[in-house]
């Protein structure tokens, strides 16, 4: 059974950083990339951040370039895999549960949640002001 945990997320003042960790269990085979997606209350999931697997290839949100950093960890015996989500000068608007995602599929919309197949429950992030 493919399981993904988020790990990670809290209160922050406004400025402050914060890194999530999102492990994978139950992978026969290495994802083709990860995400980080995120929904605040009364909106629709949205895309942050997004790995390839194999080439290390980034996509981020506009919201958050220059501010969040995704980097995954390749564990030495699968099925374990970490991804990470570094975010530094978090503002209020970044107040939401942060989801990862995985696909196995050599997609080239990593910023489309419906390319991935397996999710994770989510952690909250509150930004206070």
């Known amino acids: 059974q493919v399981q993904l945990v988020e790990s990670g997320g809290g209160l922050v003042q406004a400025g402050g950083p914060l890194r999530l960790s999102c492990a994978t269990s139950?992978?026969?085979?290495?994802?083709?990339?990860m995400g980080w997606f995120r929904q605040a209350p009364g909106k629709e999931r949205e895309f942050v951040a997004a790995?390839?697997?194999?080439?290390?290839?980034?996509?981020?949100?506009?919201s958050v370039k220059g501010r969040f950093t995704i980097s995954r960890d390749l564990a030495k015996n699968l099925p374990k895999n970490t991804v990470y989500l570094q975010m530094n000068s978090l503002k209020p608007e970044d107040t939401a549960v942060y989801y990862c995602a995985a696909t196995l599929r050599a997609t080239m919309w990593r910023w489309n949640p419906y390319e991935y197949e397996y999710w994770g429950q989510g952690t909250q992030v509150t930004v206070s002001s």
């Open positions: 139950g992978l026969t085979f290495s994802p083709y990339a």
């Open positions: 790995v390839s697997w194999s080439h290390e290839d980034t996509d981020y949100a506009d």
